[in-house]
């Protein structure tokens, strides 16, 4: 696993030795060992032993032995899918960039190198204390991206937002963990799954990580720096938030909220399920009447993500299951959505919708793709959306009836404003009072949806690859957290 984690920091030291002036040799360092980690992620998933539910390619690095705090890795099939999707998406957001970003470009690289370290490190760390120290310092290359180079006034007032909003939610969190330490004298996290903890102590342990994974998800009410932080984004700060940083809060849930507190799990449900259901309404009318293209896109990612939480709580093996497929299968296609934004802002700077008009005239491949993701989104058979809300509606049905009736709704008023949205800016009359000259993707731009593309239509057409690697793990924690 160190081969993974150590990638993205070799190549921050090769882009320190590089002078500022050799633009092209900082962006292909950078790309190419953004891109390796995901190349020997492969490896690790073609030897990964699905029917194993322990930990796999475990290193442990002896950091304060006397305190019983170590550094440790390891995967399951859990984290696998969330490493491949952040090490994908990563290489995408530099690629995306080759022509965008000219103002302190090697900072700009090193900003996406350093956030795919700390990434790769969240998901494979099992280390409860030094989880945190990561997932908090995930906030300050993503701060830098939006604030520095934002495209608009606002990028500092939504930098600031970004970064209140996640690192307040989590000052109790490192309060808790202090207090977990002090019982168990580890953050080891093998270690805290044999701890049982008294029934008030979950309770009170619980609500502090919630609230810190719920702003990251994010959930209502604490769900206004989403639509700020994208819209003042660039591009492929836009691609990692809504790809990859999002999973953080539902990986959080999964990976200790459940399993470390299982009894104040089931005690709130009721107010989970309540906030999911409201943030997936809420959020998707919201949508409807909205007119920036990002922001837009911003609340259906709330929509989903609060769609993922439902089937986290169902407690059993299919909504579980459903809920890290949903992940994946967002990161897909949230991530080619705000693409699909990019190509136009980069060439027409603007993300009114009223501003576009009847670019299937002018712009068919670009049209054909943004139809493509506008079904995913949708959750049409044959993507990996339909497969991925499917089993969660199925298992949220067997836990609560009327908690599915409502989280489908946010599907039937998804198709209605992502088909709407595609009709205005596809068809009609072309606004040639604003535009003059339209420009179809080029080479660079379809090479970054590509592997979106593909993985969206593999992850729908043959949904059990990805099944059958994260079944074991799943199963194992449905049954830790029930006996």
């Keep these: 696993m160190i081969y993974i984690l150590v990638s993205p920091i070799i190549g921050v030291f090769l882009l320190l030795m590089i002078s500022d002036r050799e633009k092209n040799l900082l962006k292909l360092i950078a790309l190419n060992f953004s891109f390796l980690p995901f190349v020997g992620l492969l490896f690790t998933w073609v030897f990964f032993q699905k029917s194993l539910a322990n930990f796999q390619f475990v290193t442990k690095i002896f950091w304060f032995p006397s305190l019983n705090l170590n550094l440790t890795l390891g995967i399951d099939g859990i984290s696998i899918f969330f490493l491949l999707l952040t090490t994908l998406l990563i290489p995408i957001c530099i690629l995306i960039s080759w022509n965008s970003i000219n103002h302190k470009l090697k900072e700009y690289l090193i900003s996406f190198l350093i956030l795919e370290f700390l990434l790769i490190g969240v998901f494979c760390i099992l280390d409860l204390l030094l989880f945190y120290i990561f997932f908090e310092s995930v906030l300050i290359p993503m701060f830098l991206i939006i604030g520095v180079w934002g495209s608009r006034d606002r990028k500092i007032l939504a930098s600031y937002y970004f970064f209140l909003y996640t690192l307040l939610g989590s000052v109790l969190m490192l309060l808790s963990i202090l207090y977990i330490y002090y019982q168990v004298g580890t953050t080891d996290y093998e270690v805290l799954l044999t701890f049982s903890f008294s029934e008030a102590e979950q309770k009170i342990l619980w609500i502090t990580f919630f ?4 702003a990251k998800v994010p959930m209502v009410p604490v769900h206004l720096w ?11 700060g836009s691609v990692i938030l809504a790809g990859v940083l999002l999973k953080l809060g539902t990986y959080g849930f999964i990976r200790f909220t459940i399993p470390l507190f299982p009894q104040a799990s089931f005690y709130f449900t009721p107010l989970v399920y309540t906030i999911s259901v409201i943030g997936i309404i809420y959020t998707s009318f919201t949508a409807i009447r909205q007119s920036d293209f990002k922001r837009i896109i911003a609340y259906t990612s709330i929509a989903h993500m609060n769609l993922v939480m439902l089937g986290i709580f169902s407690f059993n093996v299919i909504g579980l299951e459903g809920a890290l497929f949903q992940s994946l299968s967002h990161g897909f ?4 959505l705000f693409l699909i934004i990019g190509v136009v802002y980069e060439r027409y700077h603007t993300r009114l919708v009223k501003y576009y008009g009847g670019l299937a005239i002018v712009m068919p491949l670009y049209v054909t793709i943004f139809l493509f993701f506008t079904l995913a989104n949708i959750s ?6 339909f497969a991925g809300e499917f089993l969660i509606l199925v ?14 709704t946010g599907v039937i008023i998804g198709g209605c404003y992502s088909l709407w949205l595609f009709n205005r800016i596809a068809f009609g009359n072309l606004k040639t009072q604003y535009t003059k000259k339209f420009i179809d993707i080029n080479k660079r731009e379809f090479l970054a949806f590509l592997p979106l593309i593909i993985g969206t239509l593999i992850t729908g057409l043959l949904p059990d690859i990805f099944l059958t690697t994260m079944h074991t793990s799943v199963n194992n924690l449905i049954e830790f957290i029930y006996f």
Excluded at 333 to 336: G, L
Excluded at 395 to 408: D, H, P, Q, R, Y
């Design 211 to 214: 609230i810190s994974f719920a």
């Design 226 to 236: 989403l639509p700020e932080a994208h819209v003042e984004a660039p591009t492929a």
């Design 333 to 336: 296609v949230a991530s080619a």
């Design 380 to 385: 049409f058979p044959g993507t990996s959306s």
């Design 395 to 408: 298992g949220s049905f067997k836990s609560n009836t009327s908690v599915t009736f409502l989280g489908a």
